[in-house]
């Protein structure tokens, strides 16, 4: 790193900015190259897809360690501290680790030829040091989440993974991904790599199909269609158990969604022994019985019921819209939400709103892109009875919880930031009880 500039190394790396240049792998290619392309010695699970794929990562990571594998998970973003985003079975990277990494990534950056006007960006940046430090590591397999679509996302330099998991797909991002859902399938299938197994969950529209499947065929991958049979036993705020190919299981993350990803995870599963991977019914029962996902319906609170959910475009809010309607409806809801303005915002805070009986607009302000909270709150008057626009995250959960009844529910969602946002409030409240 630049040692003229007093930083520390999550400084240094958000200094490099969201975007570096015209789409294109060439400035993560030419940088791995110059670190001795530290990927190429690894194997991986690489997931695409707009919905579902960190809860799925998640459940992927809890069940390879359950198997007694040494395994590296890299998700974005992150919700409390950037260390999130690369762990290695379960544990953060350290902060040590960090930052001798990013000098050395940063030393690599400073011999590189780009294009005029480009340069390695945060997310270029973060998954060459997260390749680097798994390969340190030793790890066995790696669960690796795209950040934004596929085929120019800068994952996709990895040879040609385990198996590629797409999760559902939907409109989102669609100034870099296209206009249609069949666009942006077919961006985020570019992943797809001959000589490796292909699992698609199900729920996908029938416009995403298509696309998906011509990006299998296009490279002879391997489409693994698995067992289709799930049967739910239960399915409340607490998790759901389910029956899936005669085996029980149960999972602590709730909501009907989940159970698709769990199906998922499991098929992957299965893919991933016939390539040779030892993982047994009793590794998948432990794992994802003990996997956990901050942000995902995540319970923070009991009176009244906290709850914190990173739905942040228009089909994370359908689903989580029917975990509210299925699991809720017997308390009071209180919803706190902001939302960043290139997203579908107001049809998101319209299902929300209409749900709520006491609305709190805010803006998540660790994102530049925040949509005002006066204008969220002035979509949520026209279908809410009482709207409160409170400006900060800070302010309109502090007026939620003040109005809340033991038995009310206060629901956060919009954006993953605001739940970060949240989530460090609420962790400082409750050591302050203590």
């Known amino acids: ?64 360690r359950a198997a007694g594998y040494h395994v590296g998970l890299y998700t974005s973003p992150y919700l409390v501290q950037f260390h999130e985003r690369i762990r290695v079975d379960g544990i953060m990277i350290p902060d040590a680790d960090l930052t001798r990494l990013s000098a050395r990534v940063a030393q690599a950056c400073k011999g590189l030829v780009v294009p005029e006007g480009e340069h390695i960006g945060e997310f270029e940046f973060t998954t060459a040091l997260a390749f680097l430090y798994f390969a340190e590591q030793r790890c066995d397999i790696v669960v690796l989440e795209t950040g934004l679509g596929g085929r120019y996302d800068a994952t996709n330099i990895i040879r040609a993974p385990e198996v590629c998991v797409i999760t559902p797909i939907s409109r989102d991002h669609m100034a870099v991904l296209g206009d249609t859902v069949a666009e942006i399938a077919a961006e985020k299938a570019a992943i797809i790599k001959s000589d490796c197994a292909v699992v698609c969950a199900e729920g996908q529209p029938d416009e995403a199909l298509p696309a998906i499947r011509r990006a299998c065929d296009a490279v002879g991958a391997v489409w693994y269609d698995g067992m289709q049979d799930m049967q739910a036993l239960r399915c409340d705020i607490t998790g759901s158990a389910f029956v899936h190919g005669g085996q029980g299981y149960t999972i602590a993350m709730p909501g009907r969604h989940q159970l698709q990803n769990a199906q998922t995870a499991l098929r992957t599963f299965a893919a991933l022994r016939e390539r040779g991977w030892n993982i047994s019914p009793e590794a998948e029962i432990r794992g994802l019985a003990r996997a956990r996902m901050l942000g995902r319906l995540e319970r923070m609170g009991d009176q009244p019921l906290v709850l914190l959910d990173g739905a942040h475009n228009a089909a994370g809010v359908a689903a989580l819209t029917r975990t509210v309607d299925e699991m809720l409806k017997m308390r009071r809801l209180l919803v706190v939400m902001g939302m960043v303005k290139d997203k579908e915002y107001a049809e998101c805070i319209y299902e929300m709103a209409r749900r709520a009986d006491v609305f709190f607009a805010c803006a998540p302000e660790a994102d530049t892109r925040a949509l005002p909270a006066q204008t969220a709150a002035a979509i949520a008057e026209q279908h809410c009875g009482e709207v409160y626009d409170c400006h900060t995250v800070a302010c309109a959960l502090g007026l939620a919880l003040e109005k809340a009844a033991p038995r009310d529910c206060v629901l956060v969602c919009g954006s993953l930031y605001l739940i970060g946002e949240a989530e460090k409030i609420l962790r400082t409240r409750q050591k302050a009880a203590e």
């Open 1 to 64: 790193m630049d040692t003229e500039i007093p930083k520390t190394a999550v400084d240094y790396i958000h200094s490099l900015g969201r975007f570096s240049g015209a789409p294109g792998l060439h400035r993560i290619r030419a940088l791995c190259a110059a670190l001795g392309n530290p990927q190429d010695g690894l194997k991986f699970v690489h997931l695409a897809g707009t919905n579902g794929k960190g809860s799925t990562a998640c459940m992927l990571d809890s069940v390879l």
